[in-house]
């Protein structure tokens, strides 16, 4: 099965068929049902039609060697079930073959209708195809049947283990993935690895195989792939043939039970579920031209990530990064990951500019606050989500930018409620006020809960979405990319900022720089601050300059110019009070301790004044002798004062 030659006569003389012209595609009969050819992005393919299509149009996928071991296919066929393969054999799995993949998907149940979750069929090296495409898109598998599936390329065709591998196909494989020896060795994306994704969606595995075999031992494939699967709560079994002959080095035998493998099939895609589809979420805006046409023509592009722990946290973010550069695997792509934990649009605003326009000219950016905008007032909200729009345009008006409101326990329980939160309110009136493409992934996984097709407990487990909640999440956003390809682009055009929704949004807001303040006795800067008290702390809020007080009385000043400041400070568990002004406005109090501050030095901006006449004005800031009843001190410690110099 390993050599494609083996099979060469049977699969001619198996798929022989009259060959009937249609309109757009060639008709023929496979096994006395209707086969329809069709051509994906320049590679064969072709889906056979049911007798009697059972509901929903369930289907099953064949990877490699469609014309091996039909009869489950035809017990399927008969059942109802659609069979449907694309030709890229060869490639081994590789990146580009995978995007055939996605297109024939698309085809399949876009045009055609065809269930949105398929079961997989892999024979051989199908596993390579198999499991790469299942593993991007675990959302959209049913379950998957292998018969001795490949599951390392070390294994075959490397040979650096057991099997003694195939030189030619080793030899191609590299070229195909681009690898040197070391890289094909080091590879770490075989379908034993980075199987989390696959066993969050729980998508039944089953594998036949032959215990001696030594083409695709099971010792180094299928059995490493058991023991992580099982591990990461993937169900899974394994059924070894033991009867009949064995050919070609035990990689070859006749299927024992095909109607047992037909029902587990079957039983996993049949009822066809309803799913509801990433479009009910998604607004494309003005789509994203501008950047496709660095990604596509100019091959050079720089896409920035800007949000707060679930951005900064691994998941979604990586899994954009990887199918962008597999997707455009000649253009030079620059990342920028401006992820912080705990900050929402307020902090985005004012450090947009350090934290992304400096590091290089954004083509795509991604925005992400909806988190930690939960209890931040709306005319501060849209002030500041309209601030970094209105910044990232001005310093490049040809980026492209999408919101994502991600979700938390408190959105879903006012979509309960018959209420919207008014942050994702705030969050789609920008978007739209700016034709920007936009994600409701609160909204989405509110809906698809009431759907049974996932659970909060389950699923997401946490504010800090679990393996499904990061594959959900991606899988929105590449629906959005994949929504927004053009087969064409235009030359890149300048997006033009209408009219401001709120004259005093952040729009020029920047870091001042803490040697601005005039401290009084009791203030200090420390050069490399961190805590001895033993709490944790969030990366970018340690080890850098602080300007602290912790005496009662401290008092300092702020020149500036602008029409609105504030401070971002670490509130940890000796959090104290402060009173403020601006000019010769009466002080405030502002407690700093927080619902965390006992457990974290929490990272907090808090605006101190806004909507001020633009022009200079003095910051006053004092350590108050009140403090929280929860915290043990007084403590003020300044990471960054922040200006919005309109």
Known sequence: MIKFKHLLILTLAISAGLQVKGQDNKVALWKGFEKVQVNIDGHDAYYVKPTHPLPGNPWVWRASFPDWHTEIDSILLTKGFYVAF???????????SLQVWDKFYTYLTGKLAFAPKVALEAVSRGGLYAYGWAKRNPDKVSCIY?????????SWPGGKGKGPGDAAAWKELKQIYHFTEDQAIAYNDNPIDNLEGLASFRVPVLHTIGLNDKLAPPDENTYPFEKKYLALG?????NPITQGPMELQGHHFKIDRPDYYADFIINNSYPVKKVLPYSNYIKTGSKLNNFYYAAAVKKKATVSFLGGSITFNPGWRDKVCKYLKETYPETDFHFIAAGIPSLGSLPHAFRVQRDVLDSGKTDLLFVEAAVNDRGTDSTTQVRSLEGIVRHARNANPYTDIVFMAFVDPQKIENYSKGKVSPELVNHEMVAAHYNLPYINLALEVNDKIKNKELSWADDFKDIHPAHYGQELYFANIKSLLQTCVE?????????????PIDKARFENG???????????????????WKPSDGLQVRDGFVNVPVLNATEPGSELSL???????????????DAGTISYAVDKDEFKDLDLFTEFSSWLHLPIYHLLGDNLANGSHVLRIRISEQKNSASKGHACRIVHFFVNNK
């Open 86 to 96: 694309v030709n890229v054999d060869n490639q081994y799995g590789s990146p580009a």
């Open 146 to 154: 292998a018969e001795t599936p490949v599951c390392d390329i070390k």
């Open 234 to 238: 993937g169900p899974m079994s394994i």
């Open 487 to 499: 087969t064409t682009y235009k030359a890149p055009f300048k997006l033009t900022l209408p009219k």
């Open 510 to 528: 920047s870091y001042y720089d803490l040697t601005n303040a005039k401290p009084g006795e009791g203030w200090q800067i420390t050069p490399n």
């Open 559 to 573: 020149p500036f110019k602008g029409n609105a400041v504030g401070i971002a400070v670490v509130a940890g568990g």
